[in-house]
């Protein structure tokens, strides 16, 4: 066969078909992983249970499952979309997974975009389930908050899973481990994110209003019970993830 009969290689998929068919495998990978369900929907479970009847944890004026509930499903977010994240693209970096994605027509960008929309799957998993048990246990969300909920919850994916890529992408891969685990239980006890930062002690308050995981807690809480809109959470998340995401762009490493 001359070189002027060889047939041409086939060109690259579109760039949104890329991104999808990665976010597929992304989802797959997550919704297999034990742990990770562990992390993702028992663990938010049980501190849902707990925080509802364990009254000496202070969470506001109101009906504790109301003021329980948006923090929970904030921590669901922070599982899935940081503490997950983080360590599965560690591991993947320590085996060589991402080397082989660094060389395809993917890119950083495809990436991050992939991991963001497995992850928004993931997080519509763990509401369905949180939002199930929540129910049969009383909750009423101020319905027309739903709409800034879910504005709540899109900045704050977009911030947690920048915030892990550039933790996975940089550390090595035990390191990722321990320290995704030990900001999980930190943003959990101190974070602003079950317990509003207005019932932590004063001296914290200034520090945790400026944290993405209170901003994320404030505005689904603010969403879900009076149903309004908290813009200053949102700016925090926004200032988070842009902040995150040119970091990741710019000190992810694809291999060890």
Known sequence: MTAASTPAAPAPAA???RVLA???FETATLLRNGEQLLVAVLL????LVALVHAHAVPLGTGRRVDLAVPGILALCVISSAFTGQAISTAFDRRYGVLRLLGVTPLGRTGLLLAKAVAVLVVVAVQFAVIGALAAAMGWEPAVRGIPAAIVSTLLGTWAFVALALLLGGTLRAEGVLALANLVWVALLGL???VVAGTELP???APVVRLLPSA???DSLRTALVTGRALP???LVLTLWAVLATLLAR???RWSD
């Not at 938010?44 to 501190?47: D, G, L, T």
Request: a positive charge; glycine letters at 20%.
């Open 15 to 17: 760039y949104p078909s």
């Open 22 to 24: 990665q976010a597929r």
């Open 44 to 47: 938010p479970a049980a501190v």
């Open 191 to 193: 974070g602003g994110v």
């Open 202 to 204: 004063d001296s914290m």
């Open 215 to 217: 901003a994320l807690g």
């Open 232 to 234: 200053g959470g949102w």
């Open 250 to 252: 710019r000190f992810f």
